[in-house]
């Protein structure tokens, strides 16, 4: 899909080719029924996502449109402490409330509203226990949806090249991409003017960044 959302659009554009607000719903418990709002290469944003990936807390507030929340995995073990990130109480996330929709302002991080507690507009099935609505939130048809991050979970930094630069002649994330993978996450080194080269398909195909564009070399 386009702009990390599966139904090829984006509701909101949160971090260019990273971050994406998507609309969407589900009629069951959980907020893991969500996934399939994001394309592929893209999740449900996690706490750890929004800020490896550098989520800015002020586009957070103010990019959605009234009525609109975009949740994420962030939560809790208890009611408006997010620095508890064992827990599935409260569902943090973007948006801005409206008569219909009731947001708590505590943020967590770069992530400026939290659900949870009390059913509000479309997302509801979080009054029937209010200590996990991660695990029971449902989300009907209307405004919002889940933030969609792109994956970064890598094992070795061609890992991480790959990730940022896919394709040739698609857009690279970075510029250049110098990426190297530590714990599991793409981190970025201190960058130089030298290209990047990876192996987009190895034994076969070199490909290099230089400005924002990849290139197949062969």
């Not at 409206?98 to 949870?116: E, F, K, N, V, Y």
Request: glycine share 12%; hydrophobic share 30%; net charge negative.
């Amino acid at each position: 899909g386009i702009g990390g959302c599966s139904d090829g659009t984006a509701e909101v554009v949160f971090e260019d080719r990273l971050v994406y607000g998507c609309e969407g719903s589900w009629s069951d418990a959980g907020l893991g029924l969500g996934e399939g709002i994001c394309a592929e290469g893209y999740r449900i944003c996690t706490q750890g996502d929004v800020i490896t990936l550098e989520l800015d807390a002020v586009k957070c507030l103010e990019l959605p449109q009234e009525g609109e929340f975009f949740a994420t995995y962030a939560s809790s073990d208890s009611t408006g402490n997010c620095e508890e990130t064992t827990g599935l109480n409260n569902i943090w996330g973007c948006g801005k409330g409206s008569p219909d929709l009731s947001l708590r302002s505590q943020p967590c991080g770069p992530l400026g509203a939290w659900i949870g507690d009390l059913d509000t507009g479309v997302w509801t099935g979080m009054e029937r226990s209010a200590t996990v609505e991660v695990a029971t939130v449902v989300k009907a048809p209307g405004p919002g949806g889940v933030m969609c991050c792109r994956m970064t979970e890598c094992t070795t930094d061609l890992d991480c090249s790959e990730k940022y630069c896919p394709e040739p002649n698609q857009p690279c994330l970075e510029d250049p991409p110098r990426l190297t993978c530590n714990l599991g996450l793409c981190l970025a080194e201190v960058p130089t003017d030298e290209p990047v080269q990876v192996l987009a398909q190895p034994q076969r195909q070199l490909e290099e960044c230089r400005g924002d564009q990849c290139h197949a070399r062969y």
